[in-house]
T-cell receptor
Framework: KNQVEQSPQSLIILEGKNCTLQ??????????LRWYKQDTGRGPVSLTI?????NTKSNGRYTATLDADTKQSSLHITASQLSDSASYIC???????????FGSGTRLLVRP | NAGVTQTPKFQVLKTGQSMTLQCAQD?????MYWYRQDPGMGLRLIYY???????DKGEVPNGYNVSRLNKREFSLRLESAAPSQTSVYFC??????????????FGEGSRLTVL
C-alpha cells in the first residue's frame, strides 16, 4: 500500500534554532516528492519538488533532501523564524499517475 | 493574481441538506482537484479533472458529485450531507497531468460542518 509517514508529529523549537523534519514513503513506482507549508487556516503552499535524480533542493532557509534508495526525505529549516510556525506536509507522486499521496504533516511551533 | 478562489469559506449544514462548493482558478491550468482534510490525516482526493469536460473519482468520492463547468471552474456538490462529511475542503489546480503534474496551487479552504 502506498503510504507517506512523517515524523515527528509535532515539534517546538526556539526562534533562531535549526530543525529537521522527516518523511518516509513506500510509494512505488516513484515519480517525485514535494514539501508543502500550511499555515493555520490556510491552504498548503509548495516549498520544493524533487524528482528521482535530485537529492537536494533549497528554497531560501528551507532545504529538502531525498534518498530514493532508502525512500526517505528530510526538510531542514535554518535559523527558524516565528513565521515558520506551520504544518509541513510531505507529498509523494506515483509514476504515471495524477494521484498524490499526502503525509499527515509535522506541526512546527517556533517560540520567541 | 487571485490564484485559486473557493466559496464559501464557512458553511454549517443540517444532515440531509445539499450544497455546492465553488472553485475557480485564473492560472489557465488544465488540471483541477478537490481534497478533504481531516484532523490527523493527510489530504485525501475526492475528485480530479484533467481537462474541461472530464472528471475522475479519487480516493473518497462517495457522497459527492463534481462538475467541470469550463476550464476555470470546478464545483463540488454534496447532495445529502452527512456528519461524516464535516471537514475542510480544498480545491487545487496544476499544470500538466500524470507524471508531469506540476506544482499544485491550493485555495484557502472551505470549512464545512454538518450537524
Amino acid at each position: 500500500k502506498n503510504q507517506v509517514e512523517q515524523s515527528p508529529q509535532s515539534l517546538i523549537i526556539l526562534e533562531g534554532k535549526n530543525c529537521t523534519l522527516q518523511c518516509n514513503y513506500t510509494v512505488s513506482p516513484f515519480s517525485n516528492l514535494r514539501w508543502y507549508k500550511q499555515d493555520t487556516g490556510r491552504g498548503p503552499v509548495s516549498l520544493t519538488i524533487m524528482t528521482f535524480s535530485e537529492n537536494t533542493k533549497s528554497n531560501g532557509r528551507y532545504t529538502a533532501t531525498l534518498d530514493a534508495d532508502t525512500k526517505q526525505s528530510s526538510l531542514h529549516i535554518t535559523a527558524s523564524q516565528l513565521s515558520d510556525s506551520a504544518s509541513y506536509i510531505c507529498v509523494v507522486s506515483a509514476d504515471s499517475s495524477y494521484k498524490l499521496i499526502f503525509g499527515s504533516g509535522t506541526r512546527l511551533l517556533v517560540r520567541p | 493574481n487571485a490564484g485559486v478562489t473557493q466559496t464559501p469559506k464557512f458553511q454549517v449544514l443540517k444532515t440531509g441538506q445539499s450544497m455546492t462548493l465553488q472553485c475557480a482558478q485564473d492560472m489557465n491550468h488544465n488540471s483541477m482537484y478537490w481534497y478533504r482534510q481531516d484532523p490527523g490525516m493527510g489530504l485525501r482526493l475526492i475528485y480530479y479533472s484533467a481537462s474541461e469536460g472530464t472528471t475522475d473519482k479519487g480516493e473518497v468520492p462517495n457522497g459527492y458529485n463534481v462538475s467541470r463547468l469550463n476550464k476555470r471552474e470546478f464545483s463540488l456538490r454534496l447532495e445529502s450531507a452527512a456528519p461524516s462529511q464535516t471537514s475542510v475542503y480544498f480545491c487545487a489546480s496544476s499544470e500538466g497531468q500524470g507524471r508531469r503534474t506540476g506544482e499544485l496551487f491550493f485555495g484557502e479552504g472551505s470549512r464545512l460542518t454538518v450537524l
